[in-house]
């Protein structure tokens, strides 16, 4: 087994969407970034390639690449995925969104199922938790919002090693 952690924060500004796990969020402000700063989708792209002992996203998909402007992290963490089958199985995920606002509990499932479907994993295997700060620091003032994930991978034995990578349990 190898752990994993990720954690990113963006900045909460007007005139961006807020998009978190892939779920576009009706709210009054959204995350800015090079990307769509989907900072929950960084999080557990970091998460992976840190447990696979790969290079961050900031490698991967650097911010001043224009490829990137605006990119669907959703997409990007498909990639990662690719990057990871043939050695990694994904056995599970555990995120915290730290976010003063919006409430987040009415979009728990669908950012699960997103992060799990572009993974090939069941919806069982990513779980999505939020909180507030109480009003403390940068996410309790509502500046910015941050995340962090945890993820345990599986390293795929040798006879294996040409498998799909689907969830095969
Ligand atoms: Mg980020």
């Known amino acids: ?22 779920v576009d ?9 090079h990307s769509d700063a989907d900072v929950l989708t960084h999080a557990v792209m970091d998460a992976l390639l840190g447990a696979a ?27 990662v995925a690719a990057l990871l089958h043939k050695e990694f199985w994904v056995e599970y995920i555990d995120c915290t969104l730290l976010a003063q606002a919006p409430k987040l509990a ?3 499932e669908q950012m699960q199922e997103n992060i799990s479907a572009a993974l090939g994993l069941k919806a069982n295997r990513v779980n999505i ?9 940068f ?3 509502g ?18 090693k040409y498998r799909s990578g689907e969830d095969s349990y």
């Open 139 to 141: 996410t309790g003032t």
């Open 53 to 79: 002992g790969k290079e961050d996203i900031g490698h991967l998909f650097p911010d001043k690449d224009p490829k990137y402007a605006g990119a669907d992290s959703i997409g990007l963490l498909k990639e």
């Open 143 to 160: 500046e910015g919002i941050a995340a962090h994930a945890v993820v345990l991978l599986k390293e795929v034995e040798p006879r294996h």
């Open 106 to 108: 009415p979009y728990r």
């Open 25 to 33: 969020i009706p709210y009054e402000r959204g995350l800015l970034g």
């Open 1 to 22: 087994m190898r752990i994993g952690h990720g954690y990113d924060v963006h900045r909460l500004v007007p005139g961006r969407k807020l998009i978190l796990g892939g």
């Open 129 to 137: 938790k939020a909180t507030t700060e109480e009003g403390l620091g």
